[in-house]
């Protein structure tokens, strides 16, 4: 928390440009401070925070959004500043009536909800996790391109030939969906051909991917526990792991059920209780569909 010496810099971050929202915590000056988005530009908005506070002991808090560039922006303030990524999407909402939304009245709001006490922070994942979580998304991706690409094919045989859809994802699958292509006429000859083709680079894409992920496995103790859970394999235990770590950052069982979104849904009035189907939401979709995976799979 803050003390009555320290100086707040609640700030809307954008790529071109910067505006800051100057609080004195010792004498209740604020003001706004709108600059381009550069090293040079808030380097020195820092040392200038820096050198005020320091005049009666206290330290300068940089607050942000969690949606782009606080990496960067916390290796580049370094110690000189203490850094804190706000989840806006966890903030209440103003009443419509007033729901305007510029760059002052964002940061006034950022700067409210963490002088009351009730600004929601967003976990700042170390450039090592980041990294896992960029090569975890990545795969991702393909997967669903190639879900896309499998379900066009399938439309498409179904819509326009009378062709057996069964095994067409294996090599004997491929090399007969080639043979189609071969003989299916213009347009549809060049389009299924370049749908096929897109189909096998993700295919090596994918397995380069996964080879990686494999590494990661067998380095990353906790992946290999998680992997000894029955539904759960070597990619899928990295892939939660990747979403999830350190669990510490969850207070309770509660929290975790709820940032994969599978809590049920409740209806309760007077003394009746109705407990439902899983109620969605959540915030990491990709972590409950691999949860509710693995139970499949089990």
């Not at 690409?149 to 498409?156: A, C, D, K, T, V």
Request: hydrophobic content about 40%; overall charge positive.
């Amino acid at each position: 928390m803050y003390t009555e010496n320290d100086i707040i810099l609640a700030v809307d971050y954008h790529d071109k440009t910067i505006t800051a929202r100057w609080f004195n915590c010792n004498t209740g000056e604020e003001r706004i401070v709108k600059m381009d988005t550069t090293q040079e530009q808030i380097c020195q908005l820092i040392d200038t925070a820096v050198s005020e506070a320091a005049q009666v002991g206290g330290r300068v808090i940089w607050i942000m959004e969690s949606t782009t560039g606080w990496a960067r922006v916390k290796q580049l303030i370094g110690s000189k500043a203490s850094c804190i990524v706000a989840n806006v999407l966890q903030m209440p909402l103003p009443p419509k009536a007033y729901r305007r939304k510029t760059d002052k009245i964002d940061t006034g709001r950022i700067l409210r909800e963490y002088l009351n006490g009730s600004l929601p922070y967003a976990y700042q994942p170390s450039l090592s996790l980041r990294r896992v979580r960029r090569l975890v998304a990545i795969r991702e991706n393909i997967v669903s391109r190639r879900t896309a690409l499998r379900n066009w094919i399938g439309r498409y045989l179904a819509h326009e030939t009378w062709e057996t859809r069964t095994g067409l994802w294996s090599n004997i699958g491929m090399r007969r969906l080639k043979k189609i292509a071969v003989s299916a006429r213009e347009p549809d000859k060049t389009v299924l051909t370049i749908k096929l083709t897109e189909l096998e680079q993700l295919e090596v894409s994918l397995k380069v991917i996964e080879e990686s992920i494999i590494r990661i496995y067998k380095h990353w103790r906790q992946a290999q526990w998680l992997g000894q859970i029955r539904g759960i394999a070597k990619i899928s235990s990295v892939s939660i792991l990747a979403r999830i770590w350190p669990i510490k950052r969850f207070a309770s069982a509660e929290e975790l059920i709820s940032y994969a979104g599978l809590a049920p849904g409740i209806r309760e009035s007077d003394q009746t209780l109705r407990v439902g189907h899983i109620g969605g939401g959540g915030t990491d979709k990709h972590l409950r569909h691999y949860i509710i995976e693995a139970t499949i799979w089990a």
